[in-house]
Protein backbone atom coordinates (compact mmCIF):
# COMPACT_ATOMS: atom_id res chain seq x y z
CA UNK A 1 0.00 0.00 0.00
CA UNK A 2 1.25 3.24 -0.68
CA UNK A 3 2.31 4.73 2.14
CA UNK A 4 2.43 8.84 3.29
CA UNK A 5 5.50 9.66 1.51
CA UNK A 6 4.53 8.26 -1.49
CA UNK A 7 0.90 10.06 -1.67
CA UNK A 8 2.66 13.34 -1.30
CA UNK A 9 5.20 12.33 -3.92
CA UNK A 10 2.47 11.43 -6.05
CA UNK A 11 0.49 14.98 -5.17
CA UNK A 12 3.28 17.07 -5.86
CA UNK A 13 4.35 15.01 -9.11
CA UNK A 14 0.47 15.43 -11.13
CA UNK A 15 -0.05 18.91 -9.30
CA UNK A 16 1.71 20.40 -12.02
CA UNK A 17 -0.72 18.73 -14.86
CA UNK A 18 -3.59 19.70 -12.85
CA UNK A 19 -3.18 22.95 -11.20
CA UNK A 20 -5.08 25.94 -12.96
CA UNK A 21 -5.98 23.88 -15.49
CA UNK A 22 -9.74 22.38 -16.40
CA UNK A 23 -11.27 19.14 -16.04
CA UNK A 24 -13.52 18.91 -19.56
CA UNK A 25 -14.31 15.38 -18.04
CA UNK A 26 -14.45 12.59 -15.83
CA UNK A 27 -14.59 9.24 -17.61
CA UNK A 28 -15.83 6.83 -15.06
CA UNK A 29 -14.94 3.30 -16.13
CA UNK A 30 -15.56 1.26 -13.19
CA UNK A 31 -17.98 2.85 -10.31
CA UNK A 32 -17.34 -0.45 -7.73
CA UNK A 33 -14.05 0.19 -6.08
CA UNK A 34 -14.09 0.78 -2.00
CA UNK A 35 -16.86 2.91 -2.36
CA UNK A 36 -19.30 3.82 -4.97
CA UNK A 37 -17.25 6.76 -7.26
CA UNK A 38 -19.35 9.69 -6.81
CA UNK A 39 -21.87 9.85 -9.12
CA UNK A 40 -21.26 13.67 -9.32
CA UNK A 41 -18.05 13.17 -10.65
CA UNK A 42 -19.65 11.99 -14.12
CA UNK A 43 -21.32 15.00 -14.21
CA UNK A 44 -17.80 17.40 -14.24
CA UNK A 45 -17.68 19.64 -17.23
CA UNK A 46 -15.15 22.35 -18.02
CA UNK A 47 -14.66 22.45 -14.40
CA UNK A 48 -11.01 24.67 -13.35
CA UNK A 49 -8.79 23.11 -10.81
CA UNK A 50 -7.68 25.68 -8.41
CA UNK A 51 -4.70 23.83 -6.43
CA UNK A 52 -3.90 20.24 -4.71
CA UNK A 53 -3.68 18.62 -0.94
CA UNK A 54 -3.28 15.81 1.14
CA UNK A 55 -5.19 15.23 4.44
CA UNK A 56 -3.67 11.45 5.90
CA UNK A 57 -3.15 9.14 2.73
CA UNK A 58 -6.16 11.24 0.78
CA UNK A 59 -5.09 13.43 -2.05
CA UNK A 60 -7.72 15.98 -2.79
CA UNK A 61 -7.98 18.33 -6.15
CA UNK A 62 -9.94 21.27 -5.20
CA UNK A 63 -12.24 22.65 -7.55
CA UNK A 64 -14.61 25.56 -8.28
CA UNK A 65 -17.34 22.89 -7.90
CA UNK A 66 -15.95 21.28 -4.87
CA UNK A 67 -13.35 18.54 -3.74
CA UNK A 68 -12.83 15.22 -5.77
CA UNK A 69 -10.51 12.93 -2.65
CA UNK A 70 -9.23 10.28 -4.05
CA UNK A 71 -7.27 7.15 -2.13
CA UNK A 72 -4.90 4.73 -3.82
CA UNK A 73 -6.09 1.97 -1.54
CA UNK A 74 -3.79 -1.15 -1.59
CA UNK A 75 -2.50 -1.23 -5.34
CA UNK A 76 -3.99 1.55 -6.92
CA UNK A 77 -1.84 4.33 -9.29
CA UNK A 78 -2.19 7.04 -10.56
CA UNK A 79 -0.21 8.08 -14.11
CA UNK A 80 -0.23 11.38 -16.26
CA UNK A 81 -0.62 10.17 -20.04
CA UNK A 82 -1.53 11.61 -23.28
CA UNK A 83 -5.52 11.79 -24.22
CA UNK A 84 -5.13 9.05 -26.87
CA UNK A 85 -3.18 6.41 -24.78
CA UNK A 86 -4.35 3.37 -25.31
CA UNK A 87 -6.92 1.51 -21.57
CA UNK A 88 -5.09 -0.72 -19.87
CA UNK A 89 -6.87 -3.78 -17.76
CA UNK A 90 -7.57 -2.26 -14.49
CA UNK A 91 -7.82 1.20 -15.57
CA UNK A 92 -11.17 2.69 -13.88
CA UNK A 93 -11.23 6.55 -14.07
CA UNK A 94 -9.91 9.32 -15.74
CA UNK A 95 -9.69 12.90 -15.23
CA UNK A 96 -9.72 14.72 -18.63
CA UNK A 97 -7.86 18.19 -18.92
CA UNK A 98 -7.75 20.77 -21.17
CA UNK A 99 -4.61 20.37 -21.46
CA UNK A 100 -4.06 17.20 -23.48
CA UNK A 101 -3.19 15.16 -20.39
CA UNK A 102 -5.13 12.57 -18.46
CA UNK A 103 -4.93 11.55 -14.89
CA UNK A 104 -5.75 7.76 -15.22
CA UNK A 105 -6.85 5.50 -11.83
CA UNK A 106 -5.52 2.07 -12.54
CA UNK A 107 -6.47 -0.37 -9.34
CA UNK A 108 -6.15 -3.86 -10.00
CA UNK A 109 -8.05 -4.94 -6.13
CA UNK A 110 -10.01 -2.21 -6.50
CA UNK A 111 -9.52 -0.95 -2.58
CA UNK A 112 -9.42 2.61 -3.73
CA UNK A 113 -12.01 5.45 -3.88
CA UNK A 114 -12.79 8.59 -5.44
CA UNK A 115 -14.99 10.36 -4.01
CA UNK A 116 -17.11 13.97 -4.02
CA UNK A 117 -17.88 16.47 -1.74
CA UNK A 118 -18.44 20.18 -1.69
CA UNK A 119 -18.04 21.31 2.10
CA UNK A 120 -14.50 19.49 2.94
CA UNK A 121 -14.77 20.68 6.66
CA UNK A 122 -17.66 18.38 6.82
CA UNK A 123 -16.19 15.54 4.59
CA UNK A 124 -17.50 12.39 7.09
CA UNK A 125 -13.81 10.16 6.26
CA UNK A 126 -12.07 13.45 7.91
CA UNK A 127 -14.05 13.68 11.53
CA UNK A 128 -12.14 11.63 13.47
CA UNK A 129 -8.39 11.60 12.37
CA UNK A 130 -5.94 12.71 14.16
CA UNK A 131 -2.84 15.56 13.46
CA UNK A 132 -0.78 15.34 10.47
CA UNK A 133 2.71 13.84 11.57
CA UNK A 134 4.32 16.70 9.97
CA UNK A 135 2.48 19.68 11.22
CA UNK A 136 3.23 21.81 14.40
CA UNK A 137 -0.17 20.11 16.33
CA UNK A 138 1.59 16.77 16.97
CA UNK A 139 4.04 17.17 19.81
CA UNK A 140 5.58 14.83 22.34
CA UNK A 141 3.36 16.53 24.51
CA UNK A 142 0.26 15.41 22.53
CA UNK A 143 1.24 11.91 21.89
CA UNK A 144 1.83 11.34 26.15
CA UNK A 145 -1.39 12.40 26.56
CA UNK A 146 -3.25 10.30 23.69
CA UNK A 147 -0.89 7.18 24.91
CA UNK A 148 -2.02 7.72 28.79
CA UNK A 149 -3.81 4.52 29.82
CA UNK A 150 -3.67 2.81 26.71
CA UNK A 151 -3.35 -0.99 27.04
CA UNK A 152 -2.20 -1.13 23.09
CA UNK A 153 0.98 -2.20 21.70
CA UNK A 154 3.39 0.84 20.59
CA UNK A 155 3.36 -0.22 16.88
CA UNK A 156 -0.33 -0.39 16.73
CA UNK A 157 -0.67 2.88 18.91
CA UNK A 158 1.55 4.66 16.16
CA UNK A 159 -0.73 3.30 13.18
CA UNK A 160 -3.87 4.42 15.04
CA UNK A 161 -5.01 7.37 12.39
CA UNK A 162 -7.34 8.63 15.37
CA UNK A 163 -4.13 9.40 17.09
CA UNK A 164 -1.87 10.55 14.25
CA UNK A 165 -2.38 9.93 10.65
CA UNK A 166 -0.21 8.84 7.79
CA UNK A 167 1.87 5.98 10.18
CA UNK A 168 1.88 2.95 8.09
CA UNK A 169 3.42 0.10 8.34
CA UNK A 170 6.72 1.18 7.36
CA UNK A 171 7.22 4.06 8.93
CA UNK A 172 6.44 2.84 12.43
CA UNK A 173 9.05 -0.36 12.31
CA UNK A 174 11.92 2.25 11.45
CA UNK A 175 10.99 5.19 13.47
CA UNK A 176 10.76 1.87 16.54
CA UNK A 177 13.97 0.97 15.61
CA UNK A 178 15.40 4.58 15.71
CA UNK A 179 14.19 4.81 18.63
CA UNK A 180 15.22 1.60 20.43
CA UNK A 181 11.61 0.59 21.30
CA UNK A 182 9.82 -2.65 21.22
CA UNK A 183 6.67 -2.51 19.25
CA UNK A 184 4.97 -4.60 21.65
CA UNK A 185 5.69 -1.92 24.80
CA UNK A 186 2.24 -1.14 26.11
CA UNK A 187 1.59 3.00 24.85
CA UNK A 188 0.19 3.67 28.33
CA UNK A 189 4.41 2.82 29.94
CA UNK A 190 5.42 5.87 27.14
CA UNK A 191 7.93 8.20 28.93
CA UNK A 192 7.64 12.34 28.21
CA UNK A 193 10.48 11.68 27.09
CA UNK A 194 9.64 8.85 24.54
CA UNK A 195 7.05 10.52 23.41
CA UNK A 196 9.28 13.81 21.96
CA UNK A 197 12.07 11.06 20.75
CA UNK A 198 8.94 9.27 18.84
CA UNK A 199 7.44 12.58 17.78
CA UNK A 200 11.03 13.83 16.65
CA UNK A 201 12.14 10.58 14.53
CA UNK A 202 8.45 10.38 12.95
CA UNK A 203 9.07 13.53 11.81
CA UNK A 204 12.13 13.23 10.47
CA UNK A 205 11.90 9.70 9.24
CA UNK A 206 8.89 11.07 7.31
CA UNK A 207 10.78 13.74 5.81
CA UNK A 208 13.58 11.97 4.72
CA UNK A 209 11.37 9.69 2.42
CA UNK A 210 9.47 12.77 1.37
CA UNK A 211 12.67 14.49 -0.35
CA UNK A 212 13.84 11.03 -1.25
CA UNK A 213 10.59 10.69 -3.38
CA UNK A 214 10.87 14.06 -4.46
CA UNK A 215 14.11 13.03 -7.23
CA UNK A 216 11.43 10.70 -8.63
CA UNK A 217 8.92 13.01 -9.74
CA UNK A 218 10.26 12.88 -13.51
CA UNK A 219 9.07 9.34 -13.26
CA UNK A 220 5.17 10.26 -13.84
CA UNK A 221 5.95 11.11 -17.38
CA UNK A 222 7.93 7.96 -18.21
CA UNK A 223 7.37 6.67 -21.59
CA UNK A 224 4.68 4.41 -20.27
CA UNK A 225 3.34 6.99 -18.19
CA UNK A 226 3.38 5.27 -14.92
CA UNK A 227 5.15 6.35 -11.97
CA UNK A 228 7.76 4.18 -10.44
CA UNK A 229 7.62 4.70 -6.34
CA UNK A 230 10.93 5.73 -4.82
CA UNK A 231 13.07 2.74 -3.38
CA UNK A 232 13.97 3.47 0.51
CA UNK A 233 16.59 2.23 2.21
CA UNK A 234 15.28 0.31 4.90
CA UNK A 235 16.65 -0.60 8.08
CA UNK A 236 14.54 -3.03 9.50
CA UNK A 237 10.97 -3.15 7.40
CA UNK A 238 11.33 -6.55 5.33
CA UNK A 239 14.71 -7.47 6.70
CA UNK A 240 14.23 -10.91 8.73
CA UNK A 241 16.91 -12.77 9.47
CA UNK A 242 19.20 -9.87 7.94
CA UNK A 243 21.77 -8.43 10.38
CA UNK A 244 20.79 -5.00 12.39
CA UNK A 245 22.20 -2.37 11.07
CA UNK A 246 23.66 -0.92 14.19
CA UNK A 247 24.54 -4.33 16.80
CA UNK A 248 24.52 -7.42 14.31
CA UNK A 249 22.03 -9.25 15.59
CA UNK A 250 19.27 -10.93 13.40
CA UNK A 251 16.36 -9.01 12.91
CA UNK A 252 13.30 -10.66 13.93
CA UNK A 253 9.37 -10.61 13.01
CA UNK A 254 6.22 -11.19 14.49
CA UNK A 255 2.64 -10.42 13.50
CA UNK A 256 1.09 -7.51 15.40
CA UNK A 257 -2.30 -6.28 14.82
CA UNK A 258 -2.14 -8.34 11.15
CA UNK A 259 0.72 -6.76 10.00
CA UNK A 260 4.25 -7.75 10.67
CA UNK A 261 6.59 -6.21 12.24
CA UNK A 262 10.43 -6.32 12.24
CA UNK A 263 12.78 -5.37 15.08
CA UNK A 264 16.25 -5.96 16.40
CA UNK A 265 15.92 -8.17 20.30
CA UNK A 266 18.89 -6.86 21.14
CA UNK A 267 18.42 -2.97 20.18
CA UNK A 268 14.89 -3.07 20.68
CA UNK A 269 14.13 -4.85 24.06
CA UNK A 270 10.89 -5.82 25.55
CA UNK A 271 11.37 -4.56 28.86
CA UNK A 272 9.05 -2.00 30.00
CA UNK A 273 6.10 -3.33 28.75
Given at each position: ????????????????????????????????????????????R????????????????????????????????????P??????????????M???K???????????????????????????????????E?????L??????????????????????????????????????????L??????????????????????????????L?????P?????????????????????????????????????????????K????
Amino acid sequence: MPELPEVETTKNGISPYLTGFTIERIVVRNPRLRWEVSPQLSEFRQVKVSHLSRRAKYLIIHTEKGAIIGHLGMSGSLRVVPQDSPIDKHDHLDIVMNNGKVLRYNDPRRFGAWLYTDNLADFHLFAKLGPEPLSEEFTGEYLFKKSRKKQTALKTFLMDNAVVVGVGNIYANETLFLCGLHPLKLAKNLTKEQCELLVQTIKQVLASAIQQGGTTLKDFLQPDGRPGYFAQALRVYGNKDKPCPKCGTKIESLVIGQRNSFFCPKCQKKGGK
